[in-house]
């Protein structure tokens, strides 16, 4: 199984990005997917996720309203759109799967990511 993560950068304070998940090896159709993010000196958060079907979506507080997360299962990929970015959304970002459901905890997904860096600058 390989989930590649992608699109993450520098970006002023305010402005946008969009990260993909790119997966392979499992059978994505029924994988719930999620977005984590650890911060330096941090621990490992959750941010969105997205059951296997996409019926079912959650953020995060403080996410909600500026992030926005999407599967597509003909690409076997999914999206976290990120929008109003401020300094507190810096991190490294991973993408996660698990069968089914998704989940909010980090213990409950087998498969990883390698993550991407997302740096807002003030």
């Known amino acids: 199984v390989q989930l590649q993560a992608s699109g993450g950068g520098l970006v002023q304070a305010g402005g946008s990005l969009r990260l993909s998940c790119a997966a392979s090896g499992l059978s994505f159709s029924r994988h719930a997917m999620a977005w984590f993010r650890q911060a330096p000196g941090k621990e490992r958060e959750f941010v969105a996720g997205i059951s296997s079907t996409g019926g079912t979506i959650f953020y995060v507080d403080s996410v909600k309203g500026r992030f926005t997360i999407s599967r597509d299962n003909t690409r076997n990929t999914v999206h976290l759109q990120m929008s109003s970015l401020t300094s507190e959304d810096t991190a490294v970002y991973y993408c996660?799967?698990?069968?089914?459901?998704?989940?909010?905890?980090?213990?409950?997904?087998?498969?990883w990511g390698q993550g991407t860096l997302v740096t807002v600058s003030s």
């Open positions: 996660a799967a698990r069968l089914i459901t998704t989940s909010r905890s980090v213990w409950d997904y087998g498969y």
